[in-house]
C-alpha cells in the first residue's frame, strides 16, 4: 500500500482501473447498435422472425449496458478535474468542445433509442421502424469520436500558442482534426465493432454447446462471425496505418514497442520474447525487414530507435507486451473467422463440433482483452507524458493524500456494477428463451 501513498501512481492506477472498466461497456455501447440494424435489416429483407428477434434480444441487452455506460462516462469526466487538475487548467478550454459534444451525441442516441424500443409493434411498415435505428447507431459512433478525438489530442496536441506556460489562441476544431485523429478514430470504431461480433457469437456458439439446435442461435453464428471476419481484416489494416502514424509523429512508442534500440534500416520486427537484466533480447521471433515496413512501407527504410531519445522521455518497455498481445489475439481471431467463412462454404464438418464452437467462446474475452491491451499500449506508451512535449504526468497530476482511498471505493464501485450486470442480463434471458419469444409471436420454428 506504500505505493497508492505517492498521489501520482494513485492517480494513475485509479484512471487505469476506470478507464479499463469502462472500455468494456463503451466498446458494447458503440458495436451493438450496428448489428441490431443489420439483424433487423435481414429480418425485413428474407420475411425472416429469427432475425428480427434477434434485433429486439439484442436491444434489451444493450439498454442494460448503455445505463452502466453512463455511469462509468461520468466517473471518467469527474475524475479527469480530480485527478488531473493541472491538465484540466491547461487543456480544459480546448478538450472541452468534444466533451461537450460527446455528451450530445449520447442523448441524441438515448432519445431514438428509447423511441425504437417502445416502437416495437406501432409501425405497420417495419422499415420505418428501422429507420430509428440510424440515429442510434450514429449516435454511439459519433460517441466514440468526439471522446477518441481528447485522447488524440494528447498524443499529438496542436490548435493552440503556449505562452509562458499557458495555453492561448486557442483553435477547438484545429486542435481536435489533429495528426493522431484519422487512425485512433478508426481503429477504436473498426475494433469496437469486431469484438462486439465476436462477443454475439460467442453467446450463440454457448448456446449450441449447451444443446440448443434453435436455427436462431445457428443464424445468429453465422451472422456474427462473417461480419467479424470482414471487421478484424479492417482492423489489422489500419493496424498498419497506425504503425506508419506512430513511426512519423511518436517514433519513441514504436520504438519501445518493438524494442528497437538501435537506429537502423531494414529493420525486424520483433515479437515476443523477454529482456534480460542487460536489456538484451532473448527468445524473441525477429521477422526480417517488417518493422520498416509496417513503419514506411519499405523494407529498407530506415527507423528510429530508443537510442535517439533521452531516457527520461522514452515510454516503459513493458508496452512490447501490451503490442504482442493485441497483435496475437487479433491475428488468431482473423484464422477463426476465416476458418469459419469457408468451412461454412464447403460443408466442413468440423465448424460444427463442440471443440470449435468452444473456441469462438473463448474469442469473446480474448477479444476484449486486446482492446484492453491496445488501449494500455497507447496511454501507457505516451509517458512520461499526458499532454505529449508539453506536460508531464507528474506535473498534471493531483497532490491530494486521498487518492489512494478513492481507489478502493471505486473498485467495488466497478465490481458491484459489473456483476449487477451479469446478474441482470442473465435473469433477463434466462426468463425468455429463444424458443418461448418465438412460440408467443407465431408458433416458433426450433428446427
Given at each position: 500500500?506504500?505505493?497508492f501513498?505517492d498521489?501520482?501512481?494513485a492517480?494513475r492506477?485509479?484512471?487505469l482501473?476506470?478507464?479499463?472498466?469502462?472500455i468494456?461497456?463503451?466498446t458494447?455501447?458503440?458495436?451493438?447498435?450496428l448489428?441490431?440494424?443489420?439483424?433487423?435489416?435481414?429480418?425485413?429483407k428474407?420475411n425472416?422472425d429469427?432475425?428480427?428477434?434477434?434485433?429486439?434480444?439484442?436491444?434489451?441487452?444493450?439498454?442494460?449496458t448503455?445505463?452502466?455506460?453512463?455511469?462509468?462516462?461520468?466517473?471518467?469526466?469527474l475524475?479527469?478535474?480530480?485527478?488531473w487538475?493541472?491538465?484540466?487548467?491547461?487543456?480544459?478550454?480546448?478538450?472541452?468542445?468534444?466533451?461537450?459534444?460527446?455528451?450530445?451525441?449520447?442523448?441524441?442516441?438515448?432519445?431514438f433509442?428509447?423511441?425504437?424500443?417502445?416502437?416495437?409493434?406501432?409501425?405497420?411498415d417495419?422499415?420505418k421502424?428501422?429507420l430509428?435505428?440510424?440515429?442510434?447507431?450514429?449516435?454511439?459512433?459519433m460517441?466514440?469520436?468526439?471522446?477518441?478525438?481528447?485522447?488524440?489530442f494528447m498524443?499529438?496536441?496542436?490548435?493552440?500558442d503556449?505562452?509562458?506556460?499557458?495555453?492561448?489562441?486557442?483553435?477547438?476544431i484545429?486542435?481536435?482534426?489533429?495528426?493522431?485523429?484519422?487512425?485512433?478514430?478508426?481503429?477504436?470504431?473498426?475494433?469496437?465493432?469486431?469484438?462486439?461480433?465476436?462477443l454475439?457469437?460467442?453467446i450463440?456458439?454457448?448456446q449450441?454447446?449447451?444443446?440448443?439446435n434453435?436455427?436462431?442461435?445457428?443464424?445468429?453464428?453465422?451472422l456474427?462471425?462473417?461480419?467479424?471476419?470482414?471487421?478484424?481484416?479492417?482492423?489489422?489494416v489500419?493496424?498498419d496505418?497506425?504503425?506508419?502514424?506512430?513511426?512519423e509523429?511518436?517514433?519513441?512508442?514504436?520504438?519501445?514497442?518493438?524494442?528497437?534500440?538501435?537506429?537502423?534500416?531494414?529493420?525486424?520486427l520483433?515479437?515476443?520474447?523477454?529482456?534480460d537484466?542487460d536489456?538484451?533480447?532473448?527468445a524473441?521471433?525477429?521477422?526480417?525487414?517488417?518493422?520498416?515496413?509496417?513503419?514506411?512501407?519499405?523494407?529498407?527504410?530506415?527507423?528510429?530507435?530508443?537510442?535517439?531519445?533521452?531516457?527520461?522521455?522514452?515510454?516503459?518497455?513493458i508496452?512490447?507486451?501490451?503490442?504482442?498481445?493485441?497483435?496475437t489475439?487479433?491475428?488468431?481471431?482473423?484464422?477463426?473467422s476465416?476458418?469459419?467463412?469457408?468451412?461454412?462454404?464447403?460443408?466442413?464438418?468440423?465448424?460444427?463440433?463442440?471443440?470449435?464452437?468452444?473456441?469462438?467462446?473463448?474469442?469473446?474475452?480474448?477479444?476484449?482483452?486486446?482492446?484492453q491491451a491496445?488501449w494500455w499500449?497507447?496511454?501507457?506508451g505516451?509517458?512520461?507524458?499526458?499532454?505529449?512535449?508539453?506536460?508531464?504526468?507528474?506535473?498534471?497530476?493531483?497532490?491530494?493524500?486521498?487518492?489512494?482511498?478513492?481507489?478502493?471505493?471505486?473498485?467495488?464501485?466497478?465490481?458491484?456494477?459489473?456483476?449487477?450486470?451479469?446478474?441482470?442480463?442473465?435473469?433477463?434471458?434466462?426468463?425468455?428463451?429463444?424458443?418461448?419469444?418465438?412460440?408467443?409471436?407465431?408458433?416458433?420454428?426450433?428446427?
Amino acid at each position: 500500500m506504500m505505493l497508492f501513498d505517492d498521489p501520482v501512481f494513485a492517480s494513475r492506477f485509479l484512471t487505469l482501473l476506470t478507464l479499463s472498466f469502462h472500455i468494456i461497456y463503451a466498446t458494447i455501447g458503440v458495436g451493438v447498435p450496428l448489428f441490431i440494424m443489420i439483424a433487423q435489416w435481414i429480418g425485413i429483407k428474407k420475411n425472416d422472425d429469427h432475425y428480427i428477434l434477434m434485433a429486439r434480444r439484442w436491444a434489451r441487452g444493450f439498454v442494460v449496458t448503455v445505463a452502466v455506460g453512463v455511469v462509468t462516462g461520468t466517473i471518467i469526466g469527474l475524475q479527469l478535474s480530480l485527478l488531473w487538475p493541472r491538465f484540466m487548467e491547461l487543456a480544459g478550454q480546448i478538450i472541452a468542445l468534444p466533451l461537450f459534444m460527446e455528451v450530445f451525441a449520447f442523448f441524441f442516441e438515448a432519445i431514438f433509442l428509447g423511441i425504437y424500443l417502445y416502437t416495437w409493434d406501432r409501425f405497420e411498415d417495419q422499415r420505418k421502424h428501422l429507420l430509428l435505428l440510424i440515429p442510434v447507431a450514429i449516435g454511439a459512433l459519433m460517441s466514440a469520436f468526439f471522446i477518441t478525438i481528447v485522447n488524440s489530442f494528447m498524443n499529438a496536441p496542436q490548435g493552440f500558442d503556449l505562452i509562458n506556460g499557458e495555453l492561448v489562441n486557442a483553435n477547438p476544431i484545429m486542435a481536435m482534426f489533429n495528426a493522431a485523429m484519422p487512425t485512433k478514430v478508426a481503429h477504436v470504431a473498426v475494433t469496437a465493432y469486431m469484438t462486439v461480433a465476436f462477443l454475439l457469437a460467442a453467446i450463440a456458439a454457448f448456446q449450441l454447446i449447451r444443446g440448443s439446435n434453435h436455427a436462431y442461435h445457428k443464424k445468429a453464428l453465422n451472422l456474427t462471425m462473417k461480419v467479424g471476419l470482414i471487421f478484424a481484416i479492417a482492423a489489422a489494416v489500419i493496424g498498419d496505418f497506425s504503425g506508419k502514424y506512430l513511426a512519423e509523429y511518436q517514433p519513441e512508442k514504436l520504438a519501445a514497442a518493438e524494442w528497437h534500440f538501435e537506429t537502423e534500416e531494414g529493420a525486424p520486427l520483433v515479437l515476443y520474447g523477454y529482456l534480460d537484466d542487460d536489456n538484451e533480447i532473448k527468445a524473441a521471433i525477429r521477422i526480417p525487414f517488417a518493422l520498416s515496413v509496417l513503419a514506411f512501407g519499405d523494407p529498407f527504410a530506415e527507423v528510429i530507435g530508443l537510442e535517439e531519445f533521452l531516457p527520461e522521455e522514452s515510454p516503459p518497455l513493458i508496452i512490447h507486451y501490451y503490442f504482442d498481445t493485441m497483435i496475437t489475439i487479433g491475428m488468431f481471431m482473423i484464422f477463426l473467422s476465416l476458418l469459419y467463412w469457408i468451412g461454412k462454404t464447403r460443408n466442413w464438418a468440423f465448424i460444427q463440433s463442440t471443440w470449435y464452437r468452444w473456441l469462438i467462446v473463448l474469442g469473446a474475452p480474448l477479444s476484449f482483452l486486446a482492446i484492453q491491451a491496445g488501449w494500455w499500449m497507447a496511454e501507457v506508451g505516451r509517458q512520461p507524458w499526458i499532454l505529449r512535449g508539453i506536460m508531464t504526468v507528474e506535473e498534471a497530476a493531483t497532490t491530494s493524500d486521498y487518492v489512494g482511498l478513492m481507489s478502493i471505493f471505486f473498485l467495488l464501485l466497478y465490481i458491484i456494477l459489473g456483476v449487477g450486470t451479469v446478474v441482470v442480463l442473465r435473469k433477463i434471458f434466462k426468463n425468455n428463451p429463444v424458443e418461448n419469444e418465438l412460440a408467443s409471436t407465431q408458433g416458433g420454428d426450433s428446427k
